[in-house]
Antibody
Framework: QVQLVESGGGVVQPGGSLRLSCAAS????????MHWVRQAPGKGLEWVAF????????YYADSVKGRFTISRDDSMNTLYLQMNSLRAEDTAVYYC?????????WGQGTLVTVSS | EIVMTQSPATLSVSPGERVTLSCRAS??????LAWYQQKPGQAPRLLIY???TRVTGIPARFSGSGSGTEFTLTISSLQSEDFAVYYC??????????FGQGTKVEIK
């Protein structure tokens, strides 16, 4: 079965950086595009970033464009999200997702808290 | 960007009642519409995709309908475990992939 395990979250000061990882198993990782989706405390769901199966294209929400970078290592079956210039409004649980258009493989997520 | 609008924001219902949740897209998304359920402290769970296809293992009391810009999630007889927040999401026109703001179904 599909398993996605996010890690790398923590507490970081405004302006700081963090790199999230997502270890994938149970499917052929290199065949799928991958997403990051986030949820701020008490708020709704927000799509963050997408990378195509072959890494040829990446897309970002306007709220993170220029600050976040999505990447993948197919040899490690791992997805990454490099987050720079973090702001308080980036505080959220971050989930990685396999692309089917919709999202059917929710892991436990990793909590990022941006606070001084 | 396609804006997804859900109504109502909160719905107070009694167990056993029939529940209808609405989701409207700012432009047509064909049938590329998914519904999710989220309980407190848990990750969301996919219920419906393709506007009306129920995920394996989801009880038959959940059904989805609609196409274009108007969609509905119906719970035929609300059970205690169904009290949660429900989100719709479009995947027709991207980026971005967009979610509705959610409808909270609470106990009356």
């Amino acid at each position: 079965q599909v398993q996605l395990v996010e890690s790398g979250g923590g507490v970081v000061q405004p302006g700081g950086s963090l790199r999230l990882s997502c270890a994938a198993s149970g499917f052929t990782f290199s065949d799928y595009g991958m997403h990051w989706v986030r949820q701020a405390p008490g708020k709704g769901l927000e799509w963050v970033a997408f990378i195509r199966y072959d890494g040829s294209n990446t897309y970002y929400a306007d709220s993170v464009k220029g600050r976040f970078t999505i990447s993948r290592d197919d040899s490690m079956n791992t997805l990454y999200l490099q987050m720079n210039s973090l702001r308080a409004e980036d505080t959220a649980v971050y989930y990685c997702e396999k692309d089917r258009g919709f999202f059917d493989s929710w892991g436990q997520g990793t909590l990022v808290t941006v606070s001084s | 960007e396609i804006v997804m609008t859900q109504s109502p924001a909160t719905l107070s219902v009694s167990p056993g009642e029939r529940v209808t949740l609405s989701c409207r897209a700012s432009q047509s998304v064909s049938s590329n519409l998914a519904w999710y359920q989220q309980k407190p402290g848990q990750a969301p769970r996919l219920l419906i995709y393709g506007a009306s296809t129920r995920v394996t293992g989801i009880p038959a009391r959940f059904s989805g309908s609609g196409s274009g810009t108007e969609f509905t999630l119906t719970i035929s007889s609300l059970q205690s475990e169904d009290f949660a927040v429900y989100y719709c999401q479009q995947y027709d026109n991207w980026p971005p992939w967009t979610f509705g703001q959610g409808t909270k179904v609470e106990i009356k």
